[in-house]
């Protein structure tokens, strides 16, 4: 029970609703709020507003932009044979701010679970098979997350997709660097031992 009462437990409790976001932080953050300039808050509370407003979904890749396509889908120095496929539009800011692939991506909005009702039918999939019709394409990198649901999706995607002549590939996975052997888990291990390349 919160000793909070009012605007200010509605306030905690809306912080709380955002994922990885406790009870403790999602207080820190209502007080850290609170002990803003009205016009500070006024600002992020407008900023919010205008991001729903114009943030929509690239109508080609499903990522996030404020135009019809994205600035990625747009560029025509991008190399429009190699896609990769990957969760959540976030994944595909992860991988731009590495600067480790070149090439165009498709995000699914998600990951195969039939535990939890989703099926491909519920995934961007059938949009995915659609640009892929045209030929342009002769890779797909699949970048779903290394958990049971991603792999499920990987392999589903990987079996959907090889019959139309296409090279699937997956990332590698396995020990981070500047990890220890000793810290890892055994599915990470077994993924690094089958991953192996020769040096």
Do not use: W
Request: proline fraction near 5%; charged fraction near 30%; hydrophobic fraction near 40%.
């Amino acid at each position: 029970m919160t000793i909070y009462l009012g605007a200010l437990a509605r306030l905690i409790d809306e912080l709380g609703r955002m994922p990885g976001v406790g009870p403790k932080t999602a207080q820190r953050l209502a007080f850290y709020l609170l002990r803003q300039e009205r016009g500070e808050v006024e600002r992020l509370a407008n900023t919010l507003v205008e991001a729903k407003d114009r943030i929509r979904y690239c109508a080609t890749c499903f990522s996030l932009c404020e135009e019809e396509t994205c600035p990625i889908c747009r560029d025509a120095r991008r190399d429009a044979s190699t896609l990769c496929v990957v969760e959540e539009p976030n994944d595909v800011f992860v991988l731009e701010r590495a600067k480790v692939f070149r090439g165009r991506y498709h995000v699914l909005m998600g990951t195969l679970s039939p535990l939890d009702g989703i099926g491909p039918e519920d995934l961007k999939i059938t949009e995915l098979l659609k640009r892929l019709k045209d030929g342009t394409v002769k890779e797909i990198v699949v970048a779903t997350n290394p958990d049971v649901e991603g792999e499920a999706t990987a392999i589903y995607l990987g079996k959907l997709i090889k019959p139309l002549g296409l090279s699937v590939t997956r990332l590698a996975s396995g020990l981070p660097a500047g990890g220890d052997l000793e810290y890892a888990d055994d599915i990470t291990l077994g993924q690094a031992m089958s991953g192996r390349r020769e040096i």
